[in-house]
């Protein structure tokens, strides 16, 4: 693709973005780890927004159960690794597009990755990967872009001054190294994350009981909705241009949640009340040992 059909294909940009800024973002580089439902959506509103840099990383492959939600799952992608599904469909949306294919140990690699990529998708669900994307971020200066699990689509913002999710949501492995983390502490981590929704959000209004019931009780994989999951991720795309482009964010390091059954935006609270909530839904969570958070991916 030319420099004229660059411009051509991102001319209606324009209002959005500046001339300038949309120079800065074809130069701009983002670093999306899970490339399934959320991963995969923000990775392709970011291309089509005239990102020209991109890296890769997710260890999995596309399969039929995918298909409820994650945009480059097709009947032809079916048994393809995600990675190179994913990077073959937006080199089709732009033939110059950088894509660079990270390995199952991209985790190893991120003092590099992050020197190249400032800022970070997060779409996976391995919480140990995770948390030790965000303290190798907060060391190297990188903005990481996540959504909370939840069944309403949202958004939160931790940049490089913010506190990680480990202390913020108080998980048990804040204090240890990241080879001392144990299945029952990631597990534990999950829980609070989950309690931290249920106590701020509409979020167990908006799925069946007996659904979530069985979802603790681990008799079935975590739901996925492709308008809550495709939401959340052209929300994580909008704010990872914000970050790119030194814009503010509107969602922070707490984020907010949209809910599409009553069309609100609901922000999670703070101080004592706010933790005497999720401490009591921690505590109803933590009732359900078979549950471990790793049922299905994003």
């Not at 060391?139 to 872009?145: D, H, K, L, S, Y």
């Amino acid at each position: 693709m030319s420099a004229v059909a660059y411009a051509e294909m991102t001319v209606r940009n324009a209002g959005f973005l500046s001339a300038q800024e949309q120079v800065r973002l074809r130069d701009s580089a983002v670093f999306v780890c899970g490339v399934g439902g959320m991963g995969g959506a923000a990775a392709q509103s970011l291309v089509r927004a005239g990102l020209g840099r991109i890296a890769l990383a997710d260890p999995d492959r596309f399969e039929a159960s995918n298909l409820n939600r994650q945009v480059f799952a097709t009947t032809e992608t079916i048994g393809r690794e995600k990675t190179y599904a994913t990077a073959d469909a937006l080199l089709k949306i732009n033939p110059d597009l950088d894509v660079e294919i990270v390995g199952a140990d991209w985790v190893e690699h991120l003092p590099a990755l992050l020197t190249r990529c400032p800022v970070v998708v997060n779409g996976m669900d391995d919480l140990r990967a995770a948390i030790a994307l965000y303290r190798e971020a907060g060391r190297r200066g990188a903005t990481v872009v996540d959504a909370y699990t939840s069944p309403l689509p949202s958004v939160t913002v931790v940049t490089p001054r913010d506190p990680r999710p480990e202390q913020r949501l108080r998980y048990p492995t804040a204090s240890l190294p990241l080879a001392q983390i144990e299945p029952e502490h990631v597990r534990a981590s999950f829980l609070r994350e989950i309690a931290f929704v249920i106590a701020h959000t509409s979020s167990l209004k908006r799925i069946d009981a007996q659904v979530v019931r069985e979802i603790l009780e681990g008799t079935r994989a975590r739901s996925s909705y492709a308008p809550v999951v495709i939401s959340a991720g052209t929300l994580m795309a909008f704010e990872a241009v914000q970050a790119l482009l030194g814009r503010p964010s509107a969602a922070g390091p707490a984020g907010y949640f949209l809910d599409l059954w009553s069309g609100r935006i609901q922000r999670p609270g703070r101080g004592w009340w706010s933790r005497l909530r999720t401490w009591f839904a921690y505590r109803a969570l933590a009732a359900h040992p078979p549950f471990s958070g790793q049922e299905a991916t994003r």
